[in-house]
């Protein structure tokens, strides 16, 4: 199995405070997302690449969304099923297996260009897909009133933290009046912010995640871990979080 650093990942065994501090550093470099960008311009559009070498994992993956998705639509005030967005969507494993069995349209924001071709092909004369948007998520702005959800996946930790709540705020100003932003994402049990150099990102403490959260004026309905995973990966948080104001950005 051909073993990509990626969206799921083994926990890192190096000095938790060097790691903490070359976070930190990292974050602060113009080349945090150029040398990013110019990883995953390297990665094969498979499903293997899109999981980082863990591609059996993708059923149990899919299978714990799902499952979260579904707790969502069960809430008071559920979101509806009109339109969802997948960020950092890849070739649209998400959208693919999940998203477009729950939504009337889908679309797919991806930085990665030969990714968003791969998507093209895969879902040719889909009438469940709307956009390809070739975009970062620091540069994604939505408009107004117009998804029910916003699936934001295995991609948050290529954001600088400033960077992660200025997009928190957008999409929470993209959302329709139930729509929520959906979350899943690597948390460290160090309780330090954790660098990979080779991918140019960041796996944060979930109490660091929840300040960024708290920042941007989101209130979190429901937080729970993606089970089924091997113990050896860092654990993964799903999160649905909606704006505690009616229009965050009036």
Not at 55 to 66: K, R, V
Not at 155 to 182: N, Q, S
């Amino acid at each position: 199995m051909e073993e990509l650093t990626g969206c799921l990942k083994h926990k890192q065994d190096e000095n938790e405070e060097d790691s903490s501090l070359k976070a930190i550093v990292a974050q602060e470099d113009p080349a945090f997302y150029s040398d990013a960008a110019a990883y995953w311009d390297s990665v094969p559009a498979t499903v293997n690449g899109m999981l980082g070498g863990f591609a059996h994992l993708n059923l149990a993956d899919i299978s714990g969304s799902d499952t979260f998705l579904r707790s969502v639509f069960k809430m008071k005030n559920p979101p509806g099923h009109g339109r969802a967005v997948d960020c950092g969507a890849g070739i649209g494993r998400i959208t693919k297996h999940l998203l477009q069995k729950h939504f009337g349209k889908v679309d797919l924001v991806e930085q990665c260009q030969n990714f968003l071709d791969r998507a093209k092909e895969n879902f040719k004369g889909s009438k469940k897909i709307g956009e390809f948007l070739c975009q970062g998520l620091q540069h994604f702005s939505p408009r107004p009133n117009t998804y029910d959800v916003v699936w934001c996946q295995w991609v948050l930790g290529h954001l600088t933290d400033a960077d992660l709540e200025d997009f928190f705020r957008r999409m929470a100003y993209g959302l329709k009046p139930c729509g929520v932003i959906v979350v899943k994402e690597n948390v460290t049990s160090s309780g330090k912010v954790e660098l990979d150099e080779e991918d140019s990102s960041v796996t944060r403490p979930e109490r660091q995640l929840l300040d960024i959260i708290e920042r941007a004026e989101l209130k979190i309905l429901k937080n729970t871990k993606q089970p089924n995973f091997p113990k050896s990966l860092y654990e993964v948080n799903i999160l649905c979080l909606k704006p505690k104001k009616k229009s965050i950005l009036s």
